[in-house]
């Protein structure tokens, strides 16, 4: 696609509820980025998909928290018995050469769990 | 712990006038060094990246490099009412992590 496309935009879930978020990215980037942004705050890593590769984890908060890629492509972060601390925007960048010509981001989606 | 620190701001500049934004990162072996400007509820936007020390223009941006004191800086010339916005710097310090700052808020006012 022209640019990366996360859906859906805004979800509201109840507390303990599980959540799946979904990003496409540009066709052709091979490396695929989750962020999360609290209001107010700086843009926290999730996890990093290249290509075929395992993908990096290390930024995931707890295990509720899972990602996967399908055919290099889509991304779903899911979100299981969601908190209200995970109340957030979650941001998906990807990238065509990796990190050397900065991220283009979707629009976000916007989670709110009450 | 890699950190990214800048002034959370906001930075008040008339318009017209030369805004200077500034960041500064704690590990000596980071690479590639990025600005992004986030407009209030939207995303951040890549507007400017720099590998070398020194500076890099591009229109009424220049971006800033200096290795030796971990620093690097945006200036924003002939600033405009439409450059208000948070301005992200962002740091890649390898293992295919890009580190970004809190940023700082920009306000040019008309």
Known sequence: GAGVSQSPSNKVTEKGKDVELRCDPISGHTALYWYRQSLGQGLEFLIYFQGNSAPDKSGLPSDRFSAERTGGSVSTLTIQRTQQEDSAVYLCASSEYRYNYGYTFGSGTRLTVV | ?110
């Open chain 2, 1 to 110: 712990q890699k950190e990214v620190e800048q002034n959370s701001g906001p930075l008040s500049v008339p318009e017209g006038a030369i805004a200077s934004l500034n960041c500064t990162y704690s590990d000596r072996g980071s690479q590639s060094f990025f600005w992004y400007r986030q407009y209030s509820g939207k995303s951040p936007e890549l507007i400017m990246f720099i590998y070398s020390n020194g500076d890099k223009e591009d229109g009424r941006f220049t971006a800033q490099l200096n290795k030796a004191s971990q620093y690097v800086s945006l200036l924003i010339r002939d600033s405009q009412p439409s450059d208000s916005a948070t301005y992200l710097c962002a740091v890649y310090t390898g293992g295919f992590k890009t580190i970004f700052g809190a940023g700082t808020r920009l306000f040019v006012k008309a």
